[in-house]
């Protein structure tokens, strides 16, 4: 399970598939009721970064339904996490990506309810940052007090340095939403650099499709371009998110935007219908 772990957390969604197809095999023949809860939930994460949505829900549900209602004290002993309080916020995510955003939300929560009955920082600043994560996706910026900055508190507080960076890079998007944009694009390109030194491009594809749209919304195309061809690269080099269709949602975007600096008198209407703003994380 740690090999998985290892090549999921550093990007390589190829050579993560292929050690938790094994792990989950192994597993099932072992009648291992523990080793099986873990190898759904890695299996459902790498489904999930992979795009494969609809697997990635059946295992993280599957890892749900072993793990019962009760906590497995145990389990946290072998393997040094929660799969269920981690797994709801995956299967938040997921739910996000598939069309109901409303249930991501309430899994979220429900994660972070399950968190707060336990005496484990790390779930907790976990819960926390999927909540933020599911808000960020769903274009809900926070402002004071959210999510998202509770859990960057938790993280310097406990000395989770790699944790602080992936939320601080969804903290960028969540500034960049409140309208502070060079802020949140400053934030997202320190946080890139931090987790490239800690040896990972998790998620890469969706900081840098909410780069691009940071960039646009003020103009700085060629920046917005750079950022799309990043995240492509990622796809490429990690076999992570293909972000084909946010890429598309991205140049859109940088025509809208160039349209509004050449076209200022033309009259602008919504990005989408409802109002709502066209999200670069439709990848995920």
């Not at 749900?64 to 946290?76: A, M, N, S, V």
Request: include cysteine; charge should be neutral; proline fraction near 4%.
């Amino acid at each position: 399970m740690g090999l998985a772990a290892f090549h999921f957390v550093r990007g390589d969604q190829r050579q993560a598939r292929e050690v938790t197809d094994q792990c989950l095999t192994l597993a099932q023949h072992a009648n291992d009721i523990d080793a099986l809860i873990e190898a759904h939930f890695l299996s459902g994460m790498v489904s999930f970064v992979m795009g494969e949505f609809p697997a990635g829900r059946r295992n993280i549900e599957e890892c749900i339904r072993l793990y019962g209602p009760e906590k497995r004290d145990l389990h946290i002993v072998l393997y040094g996490q929660d799969p269920k309080a981690s797994g709801l916020n995956w299967l938040a995510m997921g739910l996000w990506a598939l069309g109901h955003p409303d249930q991501g939300l309430e899994r979220a929560r429900e994660s972070l309810a399950f968190a707060q009955s336990m005496s484990r920082p790390f779930q907790l600043a976990r819960s926390l940052a999927g909540v933020g994560f599911v808000h960020v996706y769903r274009r809900e910026p926070q402002a004071r007090d959210s999510h998202l900055e509770a859990a960057i508190a938790l993280c310097i507080e406990q000395g989770f340095g790699y944790f602080r960076a992936m939320v601080s890079a969804f903290q960028g998007s969540n500034l960049a939403q409140l309208g502070r944009t060079k802020d949140g694009i400053a934030l997202m390109r320190d946080s890139v650099r931090t987790l490239r030194a800690f040896g990972s491009e998790l998620l890469f594809t969706i900081v840098f499709g909410e780069l691009a749209l940071a960039y646009a919304s003020i103009g700085e195309l060629d920046q917005a371009a750079a950022a799309v061809g990043e995240g492509q690269a990622c796809v490429e080099r990690n076999g992570s998110i293909g972000p084909k269709p946010s890429s598309y949602r991205i140049e859109e975007s940088c025509c809208c935007w160039a349209n509004r600096l050449t076209l200022p008198a033309r009259k602008r209407g919504s990005s989408r219908p409802g109002g709502r703003e066209t999200t670069a994380c439709e990848i995920l």
